[in-house]
């Protein structure tokens, strides 16, 4: 079975906080990315990443940074936690883009910012 | 720049009705698309790619390139099809994002 697996399944954070959200697929997928799931708002891509050391910004990338070391691990880092990045944020991995590639999740990691 | 748009947020049905969830995309070149579920507390999972030209628990979805729509359906929904559907579509290439729409709550009652 392919394994998505987020380091945290729920945190609370204080605002101004330097947040770190873990990431690490055991696939050897080339592509990895971070999303915040929001209701009504759908899934929206924070930031990818289809190399190690490389990533690009997604839509909505303020106010994050990311981090891709080695391949299996992709960081999502809130450099200063704000409330308005209370959310459920997913990662995902897959191969590189094409129509038979499948994008696998992690079980999630609700972050409240207080 | 790349678009999924879903317009409805909730759709209600009666067991045995038929079902149709509505995806229209936006993309210059040749869009590869797909559905996205996910049942309550389990993982976001692919149901079904438009590539495979497949059905999938009863699901078929057909890409129309002139009306830009891979609208989901089903000829006659289960109780076990409540769920969150996310259409989504990516481009072929290894930079590719890939981008889903705002979702679309599918509730069918007994």
Redesign the interface.
């Known amino acids: 079975d392919v394994k998505v697996t987020q380091s945290s399944r729920y945190l609370v954070k204080r605002t101004g906080e330097k947040v770190f959200l873990e990431c690490v697929q055991d696939m050897d997928h080339e592509n990895m990315f971070w999303y915040r799931q929001d209701p009504g708002l759908g899934l929206r891509l924070i930031y990818f990443s289809y190399d190690v050391k490389m990533k690009e910004k997604g839509d909505i990338p303020e106010g994050y940074s990311v981090s891709r070391e080695k391949k299996e691990r992709f960081s999502l880092i809130l450099e200063s936690a704000s409330t308005n990045q209370t959310s459920m944020y997913l990662c995902a991995s897959s191969t590189p883009g094409g129509g038979e590639t499948e994008a696998f999740f992690g079980q999630g990691t609700r972050l409240t910012v207080v | 720049a790349q678009r999924v748009t879903?317009p409805e947020?909730l759709l209600s049905v009666f067991k045995g009705a038929p079902v149709e969830l509505k995806c229209n995309y936006s993309y210059s070149g040749s869009p590869?698309l797909f559905w996205?579920v996910q049942y309550s507390r389990q993982?976001?999972?692919?149901l079904l790619?438009?590539?495979?030209r497949e059905s999938i628990k009863g699901f078929t979805a057909d890409l129309n390139k002139g009306e830009t729509s891979f609208h989901l359906k089903k000829p006659f929904a289960q109780e076990e099809d409540s769920a969150m559907y996310?259409c989504?579509l990516?481009?072929?290439?290894?930079?590719?994002?890939?981008?889903?729409?705002?979702?679309i709550t599918l509730s069918v009652r007994p």
Do not use: M
Not at chain 2, 43 to 46: H, P, S, T, Y
Not at chain 2, 90 to 103: M, R
């Open positions: 879903q947020k590869e996205y993982r976001l999972q692919l790619r438009h590539i495979s996310y989504a990516s481009v072929s290439g290894a930079n590719s994002k890939l981008t889903f729409g705002k979702g």
